[in-house]
């Protein structure tokens, strides 16, 4: 019996949620093509090339036969056949099996969604140290785990789950030189109370910065990102791919980079949205979001601004990027922007130990410390034996020799 394109595509293939024009294969390869005008034959030719005898193990339901693996005589036995099937169906070698990874994972309970709750709230400690022989990276992870009291988020618990973790390590309080993380409260905690100096992550405080410069274009963000939900629709997609085949973004408001890459793409798109007919742009909702021609230039200059905004949210993500690096873009974006003072300065009012981290900048640079930069620093003067009592230990024993040789 010949089973129809449709029916064999059903079996073989999954539309992508997001564009319908591309086409998932079981194997994992993609293909682009719009079925409703050329059909499945592209689609096909892939069974034929990568899936031969495909005809014979699809149902004329839209499935694939259970026991695909009786094609190819392997017995009775049911671990047999569902370990055939699993290399044939996802193109593994054969050898694959043999694998000792594979056979412990293959007895192990694997993990499902179900076995992860939501809302659970994770904390890393993570140490950090100068690099060594045996460990080059510089940094080990402590810890990945929710606090043991999950009702009780405050500060406390979290110094008690910091202390703890130490504890198991056989590492006293006074190892830690510092604490570095996000400017929130709880973890300030540790630099007000806890008496460790507590070192802000920068690119909190620059995400904080950005935020506060984006407040002046609040209109237009919120417009964009209206244009950008309704372009999402279905409807809106349609519209859409009228007229262009690039797609919208949606911001995403943990991050203003997003909103950065929403208003680039409604930048790109806005040749495309003045080709809509009037029509389509009732139809999508979308008529009444049209840019107007001082719009447009104010959302230009705003997306240059962002980009250059961005490079330096790119330049915090080095591992190698020192305090006085930072200081130097964080001046730089100051000068250029005045209202991300406010979150940016040396003496930002978010900073927990602004001393302290203004005597980091100023060691790096080698320029001379005040008293108070000095006193705040103090804990990262390394032990050193006493130059006194060494060479008091030198003189004596030059005397002993020296009585010895006069005996």
């Not at 499945?40 to 839209?62: D, F, P, R, W």
């Not at 969604?113 to 939501?118: C, G, I, K, T, V």
């Not at 973004?249 to 890459?261: A, D, P």
Request: overall charge positive.
């Amino acid at each position: 019996m010949i089973i129809p394109s449709r029916i064999i595509y059903q079996a073989w293939f999954k539309p992508d949620v997001a564009d319908q024009r591309y086409h998932h294969c079981i194997c994992g390869k993609v293909y682009q093509q719009d079925v409703t005008i050329s059909g499945y034959s592209n689609l096909l030719q892939h069974l034929k090339a990568a899936h031969k005898g495909y005809e014979a193990i699809t149902n004329v339901k839209g499935t694939l036969q259970p026991a695909i693996t009786e094609l190819l005589q392997l017995g009775k036995s049911a671990s047999l056949n569902k370990g055939a099937n699993w290399i044939v169906m996802k193109a593994l070698p054969l050898s694959f099996c043999e694998d000792p990874h594979t056979r412990v994972t293959a007895h192990a309970k694997g993990p499902h969604a179900r076995d992860h709750e939501e809302g659970v709230h994770y904390v890393g400690l993570v140490a950090v140290f100068p690099p060594t022989d045996a460990n080059p990276a510089g940094r080990v992870l402590l810890a990945f785990s929710p606090l043991e009291d999950e009702s009780d988020h405050g500060a406390q618990s979290l110094s008690n789950s910091l202390a703890d973790t130490l504890s198991e390590f056989e590492r006293p309080w006074s190892c830690v030189l510092f604490v570095v993380g996000d400017n929130c409260s709880v973890n300030q905690y540790l630099g007000d109370r806890g008496g460790i100096p507590f070192i802000g992550w920068a690119s909190h405080r620059y995400n904080l910065a950005v935020q506060l410069f984006q407040e002046d274009y609040s209109d237009l963000v919120t417009k964009a990102n209206k244009l950008m939900l309704k372009l999402s629709t279905v409807k809106g997609r349609a519209c859409l791919d009228s007229v262009t085949g690039v797609h919208p973004k949606i911001k995403n408001e943990t991050r203003w980079s997003s909103t950065m890459k929403m208003l680039k793409r409604w930048n790109d798109l806005i040749p495309a949205l003045r080709q809509m007919s009037t029509k389509n742009a009732v139809k999508c909702g979308v008529d009444k979001l049209m840019l107007s021609a001082t719009e447009a230039m104010e959302l230009s200059k705003l997306v240059k601004d962002l980009t250059k905004l961005d490079s330096v949210t790119i330049a915090l993500q080095d591992e190698e990027l020192t305090m006085l690096q930072v200081r130097d873009r964080f001046d730089h974006t100051i000068a250029k922007y005045p209202i991300t003072k406010k979150y940016l300065s040396a003496n930002a009012a978010i900073i927990n130990n602004a001393p302290f981290e203004r005597a980091l900048v100023k060691l790096q640079s080698g320029r001379k410390l005040t008293p108070v930069e000095r006193e705040a620093s103090a804990r990262l003067l390394a032990p050193a034996v006493e130059e006194t009592s060494l060479r008091v230990s030198l003189r004596r024993r030059s005397r002993s020799r020296r009585s010895s040789a006069a005996v």
